[in-house]
């Protein structure tokens, strides 16, 4: 007989969906959902909605209303006990008269933890833990820097063919996965704050790279190019559509030639911003000194293997469709050290999902 979830647990699971409303709009904020809960019955239910908005907890606490006193509080971030641009949530905890509050994962934040602490003080009930991993990977980016990180999050998404190529043998520009997976790679984007890909799928495929169907974010994720020698076209998109998200281009710290250091200034004058570093590592911290949590990065081949060689991906996701591309396409990684079936790396698969034909797997090749 299959095992019931817990009370907890189904309670919580809710605050995870509610969470999820604030995709794309939150940002650099967490994503957190709540749910007010009397007798078995969900009375009150709140999420952060944007930036600068009121938190989840006293928005759920106030369609509960004086029904909240003696009730149980779920929320899956450990509620803030600090002044932002919203007053404390533990405040609005204690005046409600809440008698037990259960949240899901603590907030590693220094300047905005201690709310269970100051909760229990004050008498409160005060459980945490409860579908921990499930709401860490919600906001990963956001526990990721807040524990001190030096770099982005990053996510690296790749569509490939059945054999694990992104493109056939003629390398001319095609959709290789169907419209319900090219709109989730929208969605995905929207809660990213720069997506980012090498120079050769700009030459290739003049993408946008802006989010164009779904989810509308708050702020437009900046476009990142990996472009050393500043390679990209004024007449590209990217360069056309500047007014509608920043670009920015990462190059060496000086020009080879005049002709590059021409170019790098007229892409200044275009309204690229220029990122200047030494190497890969090098080059994505430089972007969180840019304030970057959270890079998304869709290919191609050389980056990709650049990335994954020099252990700088912490999600992998694969979007797989039911085609086979042969002999002379381009496979999904290129440049990476060779390896044995028994040396190489296994990573650890989170997710699965059908879009269509299409079958999206994310990995977690780095843990929280």
């Known amino acids: 007989m299959a095992r019931t979830?817990?009370?907890d647990q189904r309670f919580m699971r809710r605050a995870l969906?509610?969470?999820?409303?604030?995709?794309?709009?939150v940002r650099p904020n967490p994503l957190v959902g709540a749910v007010v809960v009397r007798d078995g019955e969900i009375i009150g239910e709140g999420w952060h909605p944007w930036h600068g908005a009121p938190h989840a907890e006293p928005i759920a606490l106030a369609e509960a209303g004086s029904q909240a006193r003696g009730a149980t509080l779920y929320v899956t971030l450990e509620p803030c006990n600090h002044h932002?641009?919203?007053?404390?949530?533990?405040?609005?905890?204690?005046?409600?008269?809440?008698?037990?509050?259960?949240?899901?994962?603590?907030?590693p934040n220094p300047v905005a933890a201690g709310g269970a602490a100051r909760l229990a003080e004050n008498g409160v009930v005060v459980e945490g833990g409860v579908l921990e991993a499930e709401a860490a990977e919600l906001n990963a980016p956001f526990l990721f820097a807040a524990r001190g990180?030096?770099?982005?999050?990053?996510?690296?998404?790749?569509a490939v063919s059945l054999d694990g190529a992104i493109a056939d043998y003629t390398r001319q520009p095609a959709w290789?996965?169907?419209?319900?997976?090219?709109?989730?790679?929208?969605?995905?984007?929207a809660g990213a704050d720069a997506v980012a890909v090498g120079i050769g799928t700009v030459l290739a495929d003049d993408p946008h790279l802006t989010v164009r169907h779904g989810v509308t974010p708050r702020t437009p994720p900046a476009r990142v190019i990996f472009d050393r020698q500043a390679r990209l076209p004024l007449s590209s998109r990217l360069v056309r559509t500047i007014a509608e998200a920043p670009v920015w281009c990462v190059v060496?710290?000086?020009?080879?030639?005049?002709?590059?250091?021409?170019?790098?200034?007229?892409?200044?004058?275009?309204?690229?911003?220029l990122v200047p570093a030494a190497d890969l590592?090098?080059?994505?911290?430089?972007?969180?000194?840019r304030g970057l949590r959270h890079l998304f990065v869709e290919g191609g081949a050389g980056l990709a293997g650049a990335l994954v060689g020099t252990k700088l991906v912490d999600r992998l996701i694969i979007i797989q469709t039911p085609v086979v591309l042969g002999a002379e396409a381009l496979p999904a990684f290129t440049g990476l050290s060779p390896h044995t079936v028994a040396d190489g790396v296994r990573w650890r698969a989170i997710a699965r999902r059908t879009l269509g034909d299409d079958v999206m797997t994310t990995y977690a090749v780095s843990e929280l």
């Open 17 to 25: 969906q509610l969470a999820r409303l604030g995709w794309g709009q």
């Open 84 to 107: 932002g641009l919203t007053p404390p949530c533990t405040d609005a905890i204690l005046a409600a008269g809440i008698a037990r509050v259960v949240y899901a994962v603590p907030d």
């Open 149 to 158: 990180a030096t770099r982005p999050w990053v996510t690296l998404k790749l």
């Open 176 to 189: 290789l996965t169907g419209a319900a997976a090219r709109r989730a790679v929208h969605t995905m984007r």
């Open 252 to 273: 060496t710290p000086e020009p080879v030639d005049a002709a590059e250091r021409a170019r790098r200034g007229s892409l200044e004058s275009a309204g690229v911003q």
């Open 5 to 7: 979830p817990s009370a």
């Open 281 to 289: 590592p090098g080059a994505v911290a430089g972007l969180h000194t």
